[in-house]
Every structure is written in C-alpha cells, then in structure tokens.
C-alpha cells in the first residue's frame, strides 16, 4: 500500500490526482475471483493507496467560521476526483506531524517504503492534464450558467492572494474593470467568496462597485460546497479570459480544465506549478499583468 501524506486545500488535492494517476489513462484489470484490482508488476504500481489529510490546516478553516468543510467540500471533492480509482482509503492524521508545517521542505511524505518528495521534486511528475471529463462527468449548470457559458465573457475569481493589500490595487482595478468595460456589452462575471475567508482576502466589494451594472453579473458566494466549486471551474472552462489574483485553488481548477488563464501575483510567479500549466501566464509585474490583460480584452 502506497501511504502518503497531503494537504487538504483544493488545489492541493487536484495536484495530489495528478501525481498519482494523471488523468486515469492506467490500466487495470480485476481478478476474475475476487474482483481485487491487478496490475502488471513491471509498472511498478501498487495495489492500495492512502492517502493521510494533515489536520491542521483544517482547523483554520474550521477557525473561521466554516466547521463543515470536510463534510460539504472536502469528501464529496475526493469521491468526485477520485471516482474511478476503487483501492483508495482516505483518514486524517489526528496528532502533530512536524513536517505538516512545511518547515522540512516536504511536500509528499510516505509512511510506505517509499522516498519523500520536495515540492519540486513532486512537480516534475505533474502533467496538469484536462480533468473537464471528470470534474463535470454529473454536473448539470443552472440555466443561467449553461447560457452565459454559450457566450463571451470574462470570469473573474474574487479570492486574493497577495502580500499587498488590496488597497493598493485599486487604480489597475479601475484601469481594468471600468476603464476597459464602461460602454461596452463585455460580460464580466465574478467567482468565488463575497467575503474574506480562510486567511486570504476577498476583492468582491472593490470590483462589485467598479464594474458597472450593466456589464456585472454577480455569481459569488457565501458559502463554498462542491457545487460552487464544480460551478467555478465551468464558467473558468468556458470564459474567453479568466483572471486570477494569485495562485490557489481557484487558480488551480481552472488549470485542471485548461481554461485560458491570467493571473498576477506578488508571491510566487516563479511556483513550479506555474512553470508546467498549459493554459495559463503568471505576471509578477502588475504592469506587464494589466498590459496584457488589456490586449486581450480589446478581442473580445
């Protein structure tokens, strides 16, 4: 059995799929009496997987106000995301685990024979394929949803990332957002949370008084279940340009669906994650971020 330990944020489980199956091209095949899975062992694969949550950074999000989180997201995301994979077992490690605090370098830990990974070394297995088939394989989008997907619009992910503050964004959101929108027919839609949430900021309030109302249409939340996210990554999917303010989970699934992606950071343009997306350019500069931000608006 392959033991392995993760963190439990979005992001965090979509690259964990990555790095043990991909996109589930693995052949498998059942013995004909039991039914257990059998796979060739020149592969070297293993026959069981489990995989260990870190609890704690589930009690900040339990912290801030959110004590459902493992029973409304983070169950239903892993039987979603790991729908076709019938030897996996899932627990969370109840005591302090020193490298759970990222101070070791650790990124994957084994409990197996298996060697640790550094983040790095994790990444280089990373393909970051189109996981469209299995995030959406149930999914049924609202009305509203399925008819603004069918047209062009820019999504835009309300969650911030940064060191700075968003106080000092405010003229480049206005560059951006009116400048560019007023007098237009372009659509922008907001995702994500309404309100500050799991130690990262919000932009809601500051882009719901800049856009102008003829071109908004406001599809945040104050809540985050499965079907907000499932939601997100739908309009990422189908956006002609979705832009993000750092990297995280957000950011993340829309990779997963290869959406056409813009993001600006201040911490972490560099992430190895970045370096091996597909669909998507990081700007550390806000300059070169709007620039190009800009240019693509103007084709729409």
Known sequence: ????????????????????FGAGDTEVTKCECCGSPIRDPKKNEYLNYHIIFYLTPLTTRIKDGNPTY???????????????????????????HQSSCGDSGLYYEFKSPHKNLSELEAYKKITIPDLS???????HPEPLVE??????????????????????????FKM?????????????????????????????SILRKMIPNENLIDLTTDTFFLRNAITDAFLFKNSSLSLCFGIGGSFVIGNYTHANILSYTDLGENHPFVNKSQTSSVYGDIHSFCREAMLQISKL
């Open 1 to 20: 059995m392959l033991e392995v330990y993760s963190r439990c944020g979005m992001g965090d489980i979509l690259i964990l799929r990555d790095f043990l």
């Open 176 to 204: 951006l957002f009116y400048d560019r929108i007023v007098n237009t027919n372009i659509k922008v839609i907001l995702i994500g949370e309404k309100s500050d949430s799991y130690d990262f900021q919000s932009s809601y």
């Open 70 to 96: 493992i029973e409304d997201f983070l169950k239903p995301f892993m039987a979603l995301l790991f729908a076709d994979i019938d030897n996996l077992f899932v627990s969370f490690c109840t005591h302090f």
């Open 133 to 139: 088939n299995i995030l959406f394989k149930n999914f």
């Open 147 to 172: 008819n603004l997907s069918k047209t062009n619009y820019i999504c835009v992910s309300t969650r911030y990332r940064m060191f700075s503050p968003i106080s000092e964004k405010v003229a480049f």
